[in-house]
């Protein structure tokens, strides 16, 4: 049973347009939702997070946009480049201050900008 | 700052054999992840080390693999012996100590059992 759901599998925009990708969880208890980029030869590494008592999170050409009623969050790459080309992966977690806490992932969006 | 390392960064091997994985966190990290993506789905936990003690090995998948971390430094995957659905992506993450801190991975592991 997959705790986080991601789609689409796959996605092709054009330079300059908007890339979104969506994301739904079951666990009420998550309380922290990040998203991790992944490059060939790489790991992920953490792009951008959010926490559930807020809507939207920005930075730069990257956005969150967060439903807590619908349990579903979504990521937005504005303006896109060919540098964004990547794997993203959704994740969500249960951030216990008195200990670190496991990653459970989405399966993953395969990103290609077209120049 | 050297990231997280991991060793090798490939291994075909045969069904039957064993193979040990090797994660080198960044120095001064308490917490060790293993992690595993099969064909393109969903990166899935394996298990959490806190300096050497397992944590949480609730993602284990069976009995032929044995995780350590002597001295709370590297950490060792072993999978003894290799079936053709062990075949993926393994990727070591390690955090700072205690309270919630960012997860850093490693570039992983790419298994392949023939």
């Known amino acids: 049973q997959q705790q986080v759901k991601q789609s689409p599998q796959s996605l092709i925009v054009q330079k300059g347009g908007i890339s979104i990708i969506n994301c739904a969880y079951e666990?009420?208890?998550?309380?922290?939702f990040p998203w991790y980029q992944q490059f060939p030869g790489k790991g992920p590494a953490l792009l951008i997070a959010?926490?559930?008592?807020?809507s939207e999170k920005k930075e730069g050409r990257f956005t969150i946009s967060f439903n807590k009623s619908a349990k579903q969050f979504s990521l937005h790459i504005m303006d896109s480049q060919p540098g964004d080309s990547a794997t993203y992966f959704c994740?969500?977690?249960?951030?216990?201050?008195?200990?670190?806490?496991?990653?459970?992932f989405g399966s993953g969006t395969r990103l290609s900008i077209r120049p | 700052e050297a990231g997280v390392t991991q060793f090798p960064s490939h291994s075909v091997i045969e069904k039957g054999q064993t193979v040990t994985l090797r994660c080198d966190p960044i120095?001064?990290?308490?917490?060790l992840y293993w992690y595993r993506r099969v064909m393109g789905k969903e990166i899935k936990f394996l298990l959490h080390?806190?300096?050497?003690?397992?944590?949480?090995e609730s993602g284990m998948p069976n009995n032929r693999f044995l995780a350590e971390r002597t001295g709370g430094t590297y950490s060792t995957l072993k999978v003894q012996p290799a079936e053709l659905e062990d075949s993926g992506v393994y990727f070591c993450?390690?955090?700072?100590?205690?309270?919630?801190?960012?997860?850093?991975f490693g570039p992983g592991t790419r298994l392949t059992v023939l």
């Open positions: 080390f806190v300096k050497e003690s397992k944590q949480d």
């Open positions: 994740a969500a977690s249960r951030s216990e201050y008195s200990s670190a806490s496991k990653i459970i």
């Open positions: 120095s001064g990290h308490d917490n």
């Open positions: 959010i926490r559930p008592d807020v």
């Open positions: 666990n009420t208890a998550f309380d922290y």
């Open positions: 993450a390690s955090s700072l100590g205690q309270g919630f801190h960012e997860q850093f």
